[in-house]
């Protein structure tokens, strides 16, 4: 009598997925309920991990989640400061599955969202991240050619994650991004130097050093969500960065040049970027806001200098004394 084969390796993967919360109420109750029967319907999604920085949450959001987190259906952690790129570490860390994946506290999952991420490292071993695609409001799935240019900074900044043709690519979006948990940890996690409360570019920084180190991420557009952008919550109770001098919206991609760009092509990524953040119908209907912008891109790229002179603030010593 001839014995069943043991499932190939990768279909025996386990998952942990990660939500970061910040400021929301019903839309991450919501987000939750969605997930929830995904996770339940696969035996290799281990659990749902909440890190959760709001202080305190709407009675009723307080109570499910209480009631979630004491059945087990959740594992809710909470933390006392709002820091993205510390909570994305600490999920990273307190994550139990082979695969991390993260989506935002604000999204409509499509059907089948987890079990595509899984069978997204079936199809591509090679893969240690992956990418699904994220449609953000008013967009739908398309079509679109894409070709890389540019130097190691602009290439793949432009990639449309609304698109429906699979990649491989060097940049990422945290909002549907999964990744092999010990290559993540390898590599140190996300660098903890992305000051809140904004943090922008740290997850092209973490994929272009997964890529530094030999790692592949892949596009995959069957792993899909809506992104709703709540209106509240999230980097949006922080104000509108377009009528702002505070550095807080660009010191996060002038950090990420400095990190990771060279010569030239360092320098004219950082003198172009004040004219790309005027460059809008905001500014032209409103064009007094226009120095006040550039006091605030000025005081970005002095604060992204700073930090880019300290190393990066990874997770490597940590990890080895918390695992």
């Not at 998952?15 to 929301?24: E, F, N, Q």
């Not at 009675?59 to 809710?76: D, M, S």
Request: some cysteine.
């Amino acid at each position: 009598m001839s014995s069943v084969p043991d499932r190939p390796a990768e279909a025996r993967l386990a998952l942990s997925l990660v939500i970061i919360t910040y400021g929301r109420d019903q839309v991450l109750a919501e987000t939750l309920g969605y997930l929830l029967p995904q996770l339940a319907a696969l035996e290799a999604a281990t659990e749902l991990l909440v890190v959760d920085q709001t202080p305190r949450h709407a009675p009723a959001v307080e109570q499910q989640l209480t009631a979630w987190h004491g059945a087990g259906a959740i594992r809710w952690l909470r933390l006392a400061e709002p820091n993205l790129t510390h909570a994305m570490n600490v999920g990273l860390v307190e994550a139990r599955g082979e695969l991390v994946l993260y989506t935002d506290d604000d999204i409509i999952p499509a059907e089948g969202l987890v079990a595509a991420h899984l069978a997204a490292y079936q199809e591509f071993p090679e893969a240690d991240a992956v990418v699904g695609q994220i449609l953000q409001p008013g967009e739908s799935a398309e079509d679109i050619p894409f070709a890389p240019s540019g130097d190691k900074l602009r290439r793949y900044l432009d990639f449309p994650f609304r698109g429906v043709r699979g990649a491989w690519i060097e940049g990422a979006m945290a909002g549907n991004f999964s990744m092999r948990r010990a290559k993540a940890l390898a590599i140190g996690g996300f660098d903890e130097n992305f000051t809140p409360p904004v943090a922008s570019r740290f997850e092209t920084e973490f994929a272009k050093r997964l890529i530094d180190h030999g790692g592949k991420i892949r596009f995959y557009p069957q792993a899909s969500i809506h992104h709703l952008q709540a209106a509240s919550g999230g980097t949006r109770s922080k104000g509108i960065h377009l009528a702002s001098a505070s550095p807080r919206y660009g010191v996060g991609d002038c950090y990420y040049a400095f990190r990771h760009g060279r010569g030239w092509g360092l320098w004219s990524y950082l003198l172009k970027r004040p004219f790309r953040e005027i460059r809008t119908r905001f500014h032209l209907r409103h064009p007094w806001y226009i120095p006040v912008k550039f006091v605030g891109e000025l005081r970005a790229l002095v604060m992204g200098w700073r930090l880019a002179r300290h190393p990066p603030k990874l997770l490597t010593e940590r990890v080895e004394r918390t695992l």
